[in-house]
């Protein structure tokens, strides 16, 4: 099993649609949650963190279920723009952090 | 604020080449430090990680090296390219446990 594992996709959604991803994380000792945005051939660019009481960004929400462990991020009024491939990350104390493989979002008009 | 500049932003060498690639960061003291390799389609696979001048970790035996001679410079080496050294290279900087990453624009490199 992988330690971190989302659905690669791709979601193809027409704009103003609501699309939710999941990233589920198999070391119970994981302290720190994110979610990354990566646009084609850059960077990953932090999206938000992800908190246990969960928190919301705009039309960003993302939850944290240390019981299933398991992260979600949810986007509403999806925008042209938000296309690209999101990362779940989970980081383990020390320096150990993992990300996922992303999962890529196509928003079309 | 914290900017981290990474160069160059592309790179075509041969099989056998050397490979130096440089990171540095500002706005900042004594940043943990981290390569990262992306392939293809692929998701990112931590190379090295230092927490201060002269300390290097390495996540995954290979033939690069990482050096930091700086407090806030991180360099990424080989002597002798492979194939398979073809990637999205990144250069990131952190705070801590509960803070996430900042990533550098990264360089493509084809090995070739």
């Known amino acids: 099993r992988k330690e971190v594992e989302q659905d690669p996709g791709p979601f193809n959604v027409p704009e103003g649609a609501t699309v939710a991803f999941n990233c589920t994380y198999s070391n119970s000792a994981s302290q720190s949650f994110f979610w990354y945005r990566q646009d084609c051939r850059k960077e990953p660019k932090l999206l938000m963190s992800v908190y246990s009481s969960g928190n919301e960004d705009g039309r960003f929400t993302a939850q944290l279920n240390r019981a299933s462990q398991y992260i979600s991020l949810l986007i509403r009024d999806s925008k042209l723009s938000d296309s690209a491939t999101y990362l779940c990350?989970?980081?383990?104390?020390?320096?150990?952090?993992?990300f996922g493989a992303g999962t890529r979002l196509f928003v079309k008009a | 604020s914290q900017t981290i500049h990474q160069w160059p932003a592309t790179l075509v060498q041969p099989v056998g080449s050397p490979l130096s690639l440089e990171c540095t960061v500002e706005g900042t003291s004594n940043p943990n430090l981290y390569w990262y390799r992306q392939a293809a389609g692929r998701g990112l696979q931590l190379l090295f990680y230092s927490v201060g001048i002269g300390q290097i970790s390495s996540e995954v035996p290979q033939n690069l090296s990482a050096s930091r001679p700086q407090d806030r410079q991180f360099i990424l080496s080989s002597k002798k390219l492979l194939l398979s050294d073809s990637g999205f290279y990144l250069c990131a900087w952190s705070d801590g446990v509960r803070y996430g990453y900042t990533f550098g624009s990264g360089t493509r490199l084809t090995v070739v």
């Open positions: 990350v989970v980081k383990t104390g020390g320096f150990k952090t993992i």
